[in-house]
């Protein structure tokens, strides 16, 4: 289990395969799991891997309370998908260990637990939370225009990218290419979402991030639903 070597092409690859359906690196709120595999990427990485780029920039932005996120952090093997060979140090350690039987268990195996069993804690806090919620649920219907640098930008690419945002709360919907003058046409993208969760702020954050691709985002339309 392992991402690889993550200040490679290669294992940022895996990665940005991996958060494809997810937002997270474990569960679905930020947590130890996501600092330990932020740290291991060397920088933001390249607008092409679209999932990693977003997932990176939303971590970031927890920069000043990550040690305050939930869980127990681990080893940078622990994490990321069971097919892929663990190639840090402490995996390799690991891998060395592996005959050594220890009966009475280590600290480690004892955090181990501890954090599932948190995690799990949190798992059942956000569906009773989830299911409290009264029926009624203030939504908006947005219309953005996300403009792209010039006539020679990949506009499918661009799209993609919007996309690949994420968020509970938000439902992407019908897209369109618009001219806008000079061979150049901008994407006009609906989306719904669900007031208390998702607002406009946070979606030109995420989708200007994508600055390779995107030059602006503006709201062209907003209706309560």
Excluded at 57 to 71: D, F, M, R, T, V
Excluded at 115 to 139: C, D, F, G, H, I
Aim: charged share 30%; glycine share 6%; proline share 4%.
């Amino acid at each position: 289990m392992g991402f690889g070597d993550l200040k490679t092409p290669a294992g940022l690859q895996v990665l940005n395969d991996y958060l494809a359906d997810k937002s997270y690196i474990e569960g679905y709120v930020p947590s130890q799991a996501d600092v330990a595999v932020f740290e291991a990427v060397s920088g933001p990485p390249p607008a092409d891997l679209c999932h990693a780029l977003r997932w990176y920039n939303h971590i970031k932005s927890y920069e000043k309370e990550k040690a305050s996120l939930p869980g127990v952090k681990k080893s940078l093997g622990k994490y990321g998908p069971a097919s892929v060979e663990d190639t840090t140090a402490s995996g390799a350690a690991d891998a060395k260990d592996d005959d050594d039987i220890d009966l009475f268990g280590s600290d480690d195996e004892e955090e181990s637990e501890e954090a599932k069993r948190l995690r799990e804690e949190r798992l059942a806090q956000y569906e009773s939370k989830k299911a409290k919620k009264p029926a009624v649920v203030a939504k908006s219907s947005i219309l953005l225009d996300v403009k792209p640098w010039d006539d020679e930008t990949d506009m499918t690419k661009l799209e993609e990218c919007v996309r690949s945002i994420q968020a509970d709360g938000l439902v992407w919907g019908s897209s369109k290419l618009v001219p806008v003058g000079y061979g150049i046409k901008k994407l006009q993208i609906q989306c719904v979402v669900e007031d208390d969760k998702v607002g406009t702020d946070m979606l030109e954050e995420q989708i200007t991030a994508f600055e390779d691709y995107v030059q602006s985002m503006d709201v062209a339309a907003f209706n309560k639903i």
